[in-house]
């Protein structure tokens, strides 16, 4: 199971639910029939009702979840799909659950962190690079600073440019 979304909160009176999109393919959400949710350790599958979409959020009215107390019990859960369900990236693209816990390395001086998070943002992503001293650097997803990706190492190669680690 692949991660698609967070639940963030409940959205109205009616079951909806306002999820944060975490994937590469927020289309996701407006091709599938279902979704599943991990309640104590178990796999829930819940159809689809019917999806909104807007730039970072979804709103999902899940079949069955009618009120907003039942909305508040998804809080926080993450979103899953099956991985049968997952497109495949086009050129220079990537998974996000693929990048993280991504080495990276600097093309000249070595090792740098690992990928934590990656925040999307309309222009381009942006990494978020975990170092051995526990700080967090920030770093764009342009072709003019991450060199190579090797997803099967596990392992990013990047250009820094001065003042980019800083």
Known sequence: MYIIGKVIKPHGIHGELKVNIITSYPEHFQELEQVFVKEESKWQAYSIDEVKRSDRFVLLKL???????????????????????????????????????????????????????????????????????????????????????????????????EGLLD
């Open 63 to 161: 079949d069955d979840i009618d009120s907003l107390e039942e909305a508040e019990n998804f809080r926080n859960h993450f979103i899953y799909i099956p991985e049968n369900e997952l497109k495949t990236p086009e050129k220079d693209e990537y998974f996000i659950h693929d990048l993280i816990d991504m080495d990276v390395y600097d093309e000249n001086s070595g090792y740098i962190g690992k990928i934590k998070e990656v925040m999307q943002y309309t222009s381009n992503d942006v990494y978020v690079i975990k170092t051995p001293d526990e700080v967090d650097k920030l770093v764009p997803a342009v072709k003019d600073i991450v060199r190579r990706i090797d997803i099967k190492q596990k392992r990013m190669t990047i250009r820094v440019i």
